[in-house]
């Protein structure tokens, strides 16, 4: 199974200091790859980072807040220069506000669309503008959300950052296709995080999920992680532009 390999490649994972971000590191690094860990800077970035040390990877932390867009090629440039170009990037880094949509702020609409959408362009130009100089291929993992297909209330802004996420998947795909860098998203169902954790300890909401998911249980960071490697691994090398639901049977049904 060499073609699910990561050996030799290195892999910049936004939203690596914990959650899904995490687990796709760790899942990448057990599959061969090193690893960048890029999150604001934290004791959870740095302890993510030795979790992928005892698996022997090399793993290096890349502090970022991706609120700063306009900084992020000079970031990207940095962390090229200090640690190599990255052959693989994930973009799990993510946030939600919550509001009805009649009384959101425009601050809350901001950051997600933000932080979701516009720092993810931000850092798939910077690493394509990286990978075409160079010459080499590359593939992108967008972590995009049930949202890019449908909507729950108080979520207009997340919903349309992760819609944008998907169409924005696509359209790269097809723009970089000739440069040999593939772009596919995932789109996790309910998995238990820090993101989440005002709905997992919310009974009647925790109950909801469980019957609503056909396999009938909350996701982990780990399930995201073979479906990752999967989509970084040569195993994919004829995929690109997919949204891939790794979501327990949840857009499946109703
Ligand atoms: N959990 C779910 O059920 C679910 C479902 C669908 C999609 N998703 C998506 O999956 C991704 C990961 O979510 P999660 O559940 O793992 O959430 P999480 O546990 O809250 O982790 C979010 C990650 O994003 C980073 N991040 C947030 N804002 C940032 C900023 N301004 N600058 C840099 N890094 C930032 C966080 O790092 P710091 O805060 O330490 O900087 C953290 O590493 C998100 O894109 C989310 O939308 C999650």
Redesign the pocket.
């Known amino acids: 199974m060499n073609s699910f390999r990561l050996d030799r490649r290195l892999a910049l994972v936004?939203?690596?200091?914990?959650?899904?971000?995490?687990?796709i590191a760790r899942a990448l690094a057990g599959a061969g790859a090193d690893i960048l860990l890029?999150?604001?800077?934290?004791p959870?970035?740095e302890q993510?980072a030795a979790q992928i040390r005892a698996l022997g990877r090399r793993a290096e932390t890349c502090a970022?807040?991706?609120?700063d867009i306009e900084g992020i090629p000079a970031w990207f440039d940095e962390v090229v220069r200090q640690h190599g170009r990255p052959d693989i990037l994930v973009?799990?880094?993510?946030?939600?506000r919550r509001a009805p949509a009649e009384s959101l702020t425009m601050e809350d609409w901001n950051e997600n669309i933000?932080?979701?959408l516009t720092?993810v362009f931000a850092l798939c130009q910077a690493f394509a503008r990286h990978s075409i100089a160079a010459g080499a291929k590359g593939k992108i993992i967008n972590?995009?959300?049930?949202?890019v297909a449908a909507a729950r209330r108080t979520n207009s802004a997340?919903a349309a950052s992760?819609g944008g996420l998907g169409q924005l998947t696509k359209a790269l795909a097809v723009d970089w296709a000739d440069k040999g860098i593939l772009v596919n998203a995932i789109?996790?169902?309910?998995?238990?995080?820090?993101?989440?954790e005002p709905?997992w300890t919310d009974p009647e909401f925790d109950a909801w999920v469980k019957k609503r998911t056909p396999l009938g249980r909350?996701?982990t960071?780990e399930d995201?992680g073979a479906p990752a490697v999967f989509l970084a691994a040569p195993a994919s090398d004829f995929i690109t532009g997919q949204i891939l639901f790794v979501d327990g049977g949840w857009i499946s049904t109703f």
Not at 14 to 23: H, K, P
Not at 64 to 67: C, F, Q, S, Y
């Open positions: 936004t939203g690596a200091s914990r959650g899904i971000g995490c687990g890029a999150a604001r800077p934290s959870d970035l993510a970022v807040d991706l609120h973009n799990a880094a993510g946030t939600t933000t932080v979701n720092a972590i995009a959300s049930l949202m997340y992760k789109t996790p169902g309910y998995i238990a995080t820090k993101l989440t709905l909350w996701g960071p995201l």
